[in-house]
Structures are given as C-alpha cells and as structure tokens.
C-alpha cells in the first residue's frame, strides 16, 4: 500500500470517528436539554401539586358547608312544580287575611339572564280586593314564606266612603306583581366523595349553622289593624268620644272582642262533633253556651247605653256578630233536645265496663264510667237511656267495691274444718271464725276449704287461697 492510499484511509476513518463522535455530543446535549425541561416542568407541577394541597383542605371545607345547606337552599328557591304550585298558597292567604281573590294568574317564566343560566322566573299577577290592613297581612304571608318571593310592584285603587259605610270595611281594588325564582343547574357534577366526611361534618357544625342563619333572614311579625283607620279611605269621623262615651278607636276595638269571641265559639262548636268522648264534649258544648250568653250580654249593654255610633262599627256589629251569633244559638237550640249520651254511647260504655271488671281491670272500668259520668243526669225523662244510666253507676260501684277489695292485704296461714266443730281460718296471723272481724269492715261470713266469703260494704266476695 503506498503512501497515499494511506493516508487517504486515516484520513476516511478520522472523519467518521469525528462525525460519530460529534453525533454523540449532539445527543448528549439535547438529551441534557430535554432533561433540563423535563426538570423545569416538573418543579412547575410540584409547585402546582403544593398549591392544591394547601387549598384542598379550605375548598374541602367550602364543599361540606354548602351540602349541609342544600336542604336552605331548596327551601328558599322552590322547583319548578312548588313554584307552580304557588297559586295555591296565594289562594289560602287570602282566605286567612280576608282579600277577596279576583284573579290569581301565573304568568310565562322566562329566564332573566343568559340562556345557560342555572336561574329561571316565575311571576304570577294578583288581583284582589280588601281593606289595607288585610292587604297588608297578605304582603306579611308572602314575606314569612319559607321560599324566596318578592313584589316588584303593585297598585291599588281605594275604595269609597259610601261603601265603607255599607259593608262597615273598605273594599280597595288591589293589583300586584309577585315574583319567584327556581334553582334549576344546567349542567350536572359529578359527586366527589370526602373522606371521613361525617366527622368532618361535625367539626365544622358551628359555621354550618351560622350560614344557615344568615340564609333565614328574620321576619317582620305584622300585628294587624291595631285600631287604626284605613289610611286610603277618610271617613270623617272624629276619633274623640262622643256621647256614647267611646271614642272611635275604642268603638272598632269592642266590635273586634265581639268577632273575636264569636270566631272562638264557633270553632268550639265545629269541636263538638269531633269530639272523642262524651266527657270532652260536654265540655265544649258547655264553653260554646257560656261564650253565646257572654256575647249576648255584650249587645244588650251596646244596645242600652247606645255605645256604637260609628257607621262602619255598627254595620260590622250586625254583620259579622248579631247575625252570626243569632245562626250559631240556632244550631245549639236544635241539638238541646238530644242532650247528653246518646243511646249507643251509653250501652256501649256497659259494654266496657263488664269486660274491664270481669278481666279484673277495675281502675279501667272507672275510668269509662268518669268519661260519661258528668251527663248522666241529662238523660231524665227518657226511659232508655235512664235504665242504663241506673246500670252504670251499679257497674261503678261494683268496680270500686272490687278495686278496693282487692287492694287489701290477706296473709293465709292455714284453717281448721274439724266436724262437731266451728270452722277456724288464720288470715293475718290471726286465729278467726265465722262472724270475726278481719278488720273494720270485713267480715268473715263462710269458710270452706281454701276458700272463705267476706262481707264487704253490702256485698258477700269470696276470696280463694
């Protein structure tokens, strides 16, 4: 090989150990690069990884809070069918305030923000009529609902004097927007399980509750008329005494006792037929008959000393008192023939009682005689119902001659029935024949083997050893 080729050859193999030699320090420093970078990432997701380490815990906190409040905030925004369903609410207002319902309508919901709101709206129009107090226990209502509502507007057009005067209230014409909103989410999360959730719960019971206090705002109670004059309508009317000696303020304030008192006795009575014994209704007929004389005094002394003179007074008096009562003593009146137990009542309590006393339950077979003892003597006069009544006071008698006949100590130690002989028994550790006292009261009559007949308040009872 001469010379040149030599050279030729270290020459081709200088340059391809250069070449590799170059490739592989390319490689290292871009493997060095990568690395670098990967470096770089990875000390960004660590500081990602702290940073969600130290929120996790608070957001952790947040999430438990507001589950506990899912069941405010579902009190607070209805779904859509408690919103529908609204309405119904608004007609049962009405009749606890007295508006008279002219039209109650819901109108189309609509969204109020974007069209992915989680929020929707439901409005309703209410018209109605009523005086500006009941209208305002309307507005009370719908401000101590458990739902969030308000009233973005309203008008009212006032009613007159005249019609005052007649119906002895006002009648103002009342139109009023009322609004509502329904939580309803678009898009639904899945529901991330906490760990030990129920302890974390209870460790954070404190901040649950605060927010659940702040969610339930406090309410404004209204109280009602008060005596006061409706604003809206000005009858001319002096509020100072007039010879009546009542004032206005105080003539409205006795017609309110009277209704008042007429309301409570006419639900009294709506108890008298719901009653469940004989005794408790008795008892609410008796408070219903006392209340209708109570009331009737009160207008003969109206009437006498001439104490209402205010039009709108007088004409609630007759209306929503005279006449009412007048109905109600009508109801009493046909039902005071049919008084106390009916029939059925009383053998059905017989019935009690002779199995009570024959299942020796004497205190139960008393008690069924106190629950219709107080209108036994209402049944004079009807033969039926007497010859039972005579009946149960034996029962009675016969169940306490029994309860307390048995409630006595009597110790058995033995007897002696020796023919030619007078029997002997020991009772108490006392030796006794017939015609000896086992205490004052009780007498023995009889005695026969393990058995022996006292004589106890008017009547012979055995007692078996």
Do not use: C
């Amino acid at each position: 090989m001469d010379d040149r080729k030599f050279w030729i050859l270290v020459a081709l193999v200088f340059a391809v150990v250069t070449s590799g030699s170059g490739y592989a320090i390319y490689s290292k420093k871009e493997a060095i690069k990568n690395r670098r970078a990967e470096v770089e990432q990875l000390g960004k997701d660590i500081q990602v990884a702290r940073k969600t380490i130290t929120t996790t815990a608070s957001l952790e906190k947040e999430v438990i809070v507001l589950r506990e409040l899912s069941v405010v905030f579902e009190e607070i925004l209805p779904t859509t069918d408690g919103a529908r369903n609204l309405i119904k609410n608004f007609y049962n207002y009405s009749r606890e305030t007295g508006v008279q319902p002219t039209s109650f309508q819901p109108q189309a919901s609509r969204n109020p923000g974007a069209a992915q709101s989680d929020f929707d709206q439901f409005s309703y129009t209410l018209e109605m009529t009523g005086d500006t107090f009941q209208f305002l226990d309307f507005i009370n209502r719908i401000e101590t609902h458990s739902r969030f509502m308000s009233i973005p507007s309203f008008r009212m057009t006032a009613g007159s004097r005249k019609d005052m005067e007649k119906l002895g209230f006002a009648r103002h014409a009342i139109q009023m927007d009322v609004e509502t909103y329904v939580y309803q989410p678009k898009t639904q999360a899945a529901r991330v399980p906490i760990d030990g959730y129920d302890r974390k719960r209870d460790l954070l019971v404190g901040e649950i509750n605060r927010r659940r206090q702040a969610l339930r705002l406090a309410t404004f109670q209204y109280r009602g008329a008060r005596g006061r004059r409706d604003p809206w309508i000005d009858p001319r009317v002096s509020a100072e005494e007039d010879a009546s000696g009542l004032s206005m303020l105080e003539q409205k304030e006795k017609v309110e006792e009277l209704i008042e008192m007429l309301a409570s006795a006419t639900a009294q009575w709506g108890r008298v037929e719901e009653a469940e014994n004989i005794l408790e209704r008795m008892m609410e007929k008796r408070g219903v008959i006392e209340t209708i004389a109570t009331i009737n005094d009160e207008l003969r002394r109206i009437d006498n000393d001439n104490m209402i003179t205010y039009p709108p007074a007088v004409k609630r008096l007759q209306v929503e008192v005279r006449e009412p009562v007048r109905r109600l003593q009508a109801e009493v009146d046909d039902k005071k023939s049919i008084e106390g137990p009916l029939k059925e009542e009383l053998e059905q309590v017989v019935r009690h009682m002779r199995k009570n006393i024959e299942t020796g339950d004497y205190m139960l077979a008393l008690q069924d005689y106190d629950s219709i003892k107080a209108g036994l003597e209402l049944v004079q006069g009807d033969p039926a119902r007497m010859e039972l009544a005579d009946e149960l006071r034996v029962l009675a008698e016969e169940a306490d001659i029994l309860r307390e006949f048995e409630s006595i100590e009597i110790q058995f130690g033995g007897q002696a029935l020796i023919e030619g002989h007078a029997p002997a028994v020991l009772l108490n550790k006392k030796t006794l024949s017939v015609g000896d006292l086992l205490q004052p009261g009780v007498e023995i009559v009889a005695i026969r083997p393990f058995e022996v007949d006292f004589a106890f308040r008017g009547v012979v009872l055995t007692r078996s050893f």
